[in-house]
């Protein structure tokens, strides 16, 4: 059964100029994503567009459980497949509270919009 759904949209030049901001992007950076999160989306060529694209999938999420939970407690992860999230802290206990068995994610992007779509389920 389907607990709750959670989509978010975001500019990937905001991203950008949150993350090159010479006073606050590593500040920001270290806030919102993982360490590893951080290494995959450097590897990539278009950096900004994974970095946004997890930006939108932790908005999603929080919306889909309903509460907000902090940055590190979602966790984008890929390894040989999809993009998946991974749990932690508040996150892991709000989806504990809710009986939650299983989180989809779908990331998008675009040149201008990354996009996340999160459905969780008992």
């Given at each position: 059964?389907?607990?709750?759904?959670?989509v978010?949209?975001?500019?990937?030049d905001?991203i950008?100029?949150a993350?090159?901001n010479?006073?606050?992007?590593?500040?920001?950076?270290?806030?919102?994503?993982?360490?590893?999160?951080?290494?995959?989306c450097?590897?990539?060529?278009?950096?900004?567009?994974?970095f946004?694209?997890?930006?939108?999938?932790?908005?999603?999420t929080?919306?889909?459980?309903?509460?907000?939970?902090?940055?590190?407690?979602?966790?984008?992860?890929?390894?040989d497949?999809p993009?998946?999230l991974?749990?932690?802290?508040?996150?892991?206990?709000?989806?504990?509270?809710?009986?939650?068995?299983?989180?989809?994610?779908s990331l998008?992007?675009?040149?201008?919009?990354a996009i996340?779509y999160v459905?969780v389920?008992?």
């Amino acid at each position: 059964m389907v607990i709750g759904i959670g989509v978010d949209i975001i500019e990937i030049d905001r991203i950008r100029a949150a993350l090159e901001n010479p006073k606050t992007g590593e500040r920001f950076r270290q806030r919102v994503y993982t360490a590893e999160e951080i290494d995959y989306c450097r590897r990539r060529r278009r950096s900004f567009e994974s970095f946004a694209a997890r930006f939108a999938a932790k908005e999603a999420t929080i919306k889909a459980l309903g509460q907000f939970a902090a940055w590190h407690d979602i966790e984008v992860v890929r390894k040989d497949g999809p993009p998946a999230l991974h749990l932690h802290g508040r996150a892991r206990i709000r989806a504990s509270e809710l009986g939650i068995q299983r989180v989809f994610l779908s990331l998008s992007h675009s040149q201008n919009l990354a996009i996340a779509y999160v459905v969780v389920e008992s």
